[in-house]
């Protein structure tokens, strides 16, 4: 489990952060939203101990993350960053096989278990028939999901992503994030993912953590935090809110300003694709 309480971040005098409180359960996805610049990267380098905060803590696992050995935090958390998978010279399996490397140790049976484990989720990804293709050959969806496999060998309890869905076309948006949410229920992952997407955002999320500026703007299910007059002033925007005819969560659509719709005109009219 992740635990945050007040924390806090600065750079340089200027505030990026404060007063974030939130959990993410075990078997929880929780999606952080907001407008660029908000702080949702900064959060990110908080959570994974890539940077202290200034004040307020992190805990995993009921515990101080700054308490775990490096070690001991590989074998607990993965993160998925923004930048994603470089494009090295490497084959699928082998870049896969590198999130083994917190398991290793000394006995001899430690390589054909993590070799058991790699097989396991190139199969479950996909990526079988890929294992012995480099990775610089590959399409960005495609490196997305080795990037993807290579946290899953990690066998990790809480699982960041930033931005995993940034470049990618719908239908290795929607693999991506399939899989994601097929390990979260299998293994009882706690995820927090950072979506530009509202949509996707509501789709995948059990709970929302919506933020502007730094500060939190509000937090819960996407029916709570999705609605016009919020998105209206987080994102200086005025939509139109529905609720996806299978679903049943909201979704998020946009009105051209020369259509002149005013937020007092808007239908917050969920289920009329029924």
Not at 56 to 67: H, N, P
Request: glycine share 8%.
């Amino acid at each position: 489990m992740l635990e945050v309480e007040n924390l806090k971040k600065s750079y340089h005098g200027q505030t990026i952060l404060q007063g974030l409180e939130f959990t993410v359960a075990a078997g929880e996805m929780m999606g952080v939203i907001g407008p660029n610049g908000s702080g949702k990267t900064t959060l990110v380098r908080l959570l994974s101990n890539e940077t202290e905060p200034d004040e307020g803590e992190v805990y995993l696992d009921g515990r101080l993350i700054s308490q775990w050995s490096g070690r001991q935090r590989a074998l607990r958390l993965a993160v998925l960053p923004q930048e994603g998978l470089p494009a090295v010279p490497f084959t699928v399996e082998e870049v896969i096989a590198t999130g083994r490397h917190p398991h290793q140790g000394w006995w001899p049976w430690s390589g054909r278990m993590d070799q058991k484990v790699v097989e396991r989720v190139m199969k479950q990804t996909g990526l079988l028939s890929k294992r012995d293709r480099r990775i610089d050959r590959l399409s960005g969806g495609e490196r997305q999901l080795v990037a993807l496999a290579k946290a899953m060998v990690q066998e990790p309890n809480v699982l960041i992503l930033d931005e995993p869905t940034t470049y990618l076309d719908i239908a290795h948006q929607v693999a991506v994030l399939d899989q994601i949410q097929q390990w979260r229920n299998q293994e009882e992952l706690a995820v927090l993912v950072v979506l530009h997407d509202l949509n996707l955002a509501s789709q995948y999320c059990d709970r929302l953590l919506l933020i502007k500026e730094g500060v939190q703007v509000a937090e819960g299910t996407p029916t709570e935090v999705l609605t016009a007059e919020r998105i209206h002033d987080v994102y200086g925007i005025i939509p139109q809110i529905i609720r996806h005819p299978v679903t049943q969560l909201p979704q998020v659509l946009l009105c051209p300003s020369e259509h002149g719709t005013s937020l007092e005109s808007v239908s917050l009219s969920y289920g009329i694709l029924r």
